[in-house]
């Protein structure tokens, strides 16, 4: 299983960033995905998630109404599209899937700084 995020960087206040998480060696189609951050001195924070056909979202209230996630499952791709982008959004952002009770994987991260 491999789960590789991309599109972190720096943005000013009021930005928009789009995060993908390329995953690999399960069915993709199948699985829950989860986006998770975490700020320099903090736990690590769920985000987001998406069911597996993409039908129902869940989004932790400090990002409701500015954070979309969806998936491509055509492209074992899922996405976190962040606009209204803010200061305390700073976190080094994590892919994360579960399919099992003992089985469960992280990305690498990556880092996404909202400053001017």
């Known amino acids: 299983v491999q789960l590789v995020e991309s599109g972190g960087g720096l943005v000013q206040p009021g930005g928009s960033l789009r995060l993908s998480c390329a995953a690999s060696?399960?069915?993709?189609?199948?699985?829950?995905m989860y986006w998770y951050r975490q700020a320099p001195g903090k736990e690590r924070e769920l985000v987001a998630v998406?069911?597996?056909?993409?039908?129902?979202?869940n989004y932790a209230d400090s990002v409701k109404g500015r954070f979309t996630i969806s998936r491509d499952n055509a492209k074992n791709t899922v996405y976190l599209q962040m606009n209204s982008l803010k200061p305390e959004d700073t976190a080094v952002y994590y892919c994360?899937?579960?399919?099992?009770?003992?089985?469960?994987?992280w990305g690498q991260g990556t880092q996404v700084t909202v400053s001017s």
């Open positions: 998406i069911t597996s056909a993409g039908g129902s979202t």
């Open positions: 994360y899937t579960k399919l099992a009770v003992m089985s469960a994987y």
């Open positions: 060696g399960f069915t993709f189609s199948s699985y829950a």
